[in-house]
T-cell receptor, first 112, second 114 residues
Framework: EAQVTQNPRYLITVTGKKLTVTCSQN?????MSWYRQDPGLGLRQIYY???????DKGDVPEGYKVSRKEKRNFPLILESPSPNQTSLYFC???????????FGPGTRLLVL | AQSVTQPDIHITVSEGASLELRCNYS??????LFWYVQSPGQGLQLLLK??????LVQGIKGFEAEFKRSQSSFNLRKPSVHWSDAAEYFC????????????FGTGTRLTIIP
């Protein structure tokens, strides 16, 4: 089954404790993105990747890092999480720029 | 920079009634426009997209949208809603050559009355 998976689905952590949210797709897609969703703000793009080792900033990249060492994986790294990074995070992938983007189920993060 | 405005935060319609969700965008070049739906507790699903060509775009689940350049709008329509259409709907504009750099609107929550 074609899908985008994210782990963990729920995470509670404390300020400053490094964490990684994994994203994996099994569709051999070139394009992958990370978004955060906050009430009243919709979705905002954090980072995107157009292929292995090719990444670029979205609208809200501060406090986040990404890497794309393999085509299927696009982890989101929070080196020193802060409470303002409490949010619902979505990973997405697409075969190309003009192809359908598929979203993962989301990761709900609470930073205390 | 591009932006998207969805002026209606919440809309309530009766089952079987017609629906129109508004979306206005701001972008200096030819826009790539999208409508996504998010059911409770789920990720987003693409309903339809406009890149070029016919300004009336057909999507999944009986939805359609019309691109009007003169009004900078891309409104979503459905002639007869079903209870299963209750969800949150997001309009988005792509700043690159498609969906690699998307800006989303704040969403419209749709409630269906039996």
């Amino acid at each position: 089954e074609a899908q985008v998976t994210q782990n963990p689905r729920y995470l509670i952590t404390v300020t400053g404790k490094k964490l990684t949210v994994t994203c994996s797709q099994n569709m051999n897609h070139e394009y992958m993105s990370w978004y955060r969703q906050d009430p009243g703000l919709g979705l905002r793009q954090i980072y995107y990747s157009m292929n292995v080792e090719v990444t670029d900033k979205g609208d809200v990249p501060e406090g986040y890092k990404v890497s794309r060492k393999e085509k299927r994986n696009f982890p989101l790294i929070l080196e020193s999480p802060s409470p303002n990074q409490t949010s619902l995070y979505f990973c997405a992938s697409s075969e190309g720029r003009q192809e359908t983007q598929y979203f993962g189920p989301g990761t709900r993060l609470l930073v205390l | 920079a591009q932006s998207v405005t969805q002026p209606d935060i919440h809309i309530t319609v009766s089952e079987g009634a017609s629906l129109e969700l508004r979306c206005n965008y701001s972008y200096g070049a030819t826009p790539y426009l999208f409508w996504y739906v998010q059911s409770p507790g789920q990720g987003l699903q693409l309903l339809l997209k406009y890149f070029s060509g016919d300004t009336l775009v057909q999507g999944i689940k009986g939805f359609e949208a019309e691109f009007k350049r003169s009004q900078s709008s891309f409104n979503l329509r459905k002639p007869s809603v079903h209870w299963s259409d209750a969800a949150e709907y997001f309009c988005a504009v792509g700043a690159g050559f498609g969906n690699e750099k998307l800006t989303f609107g704040t969403g419209t929550r749709l409630t269906i009355i039996p």
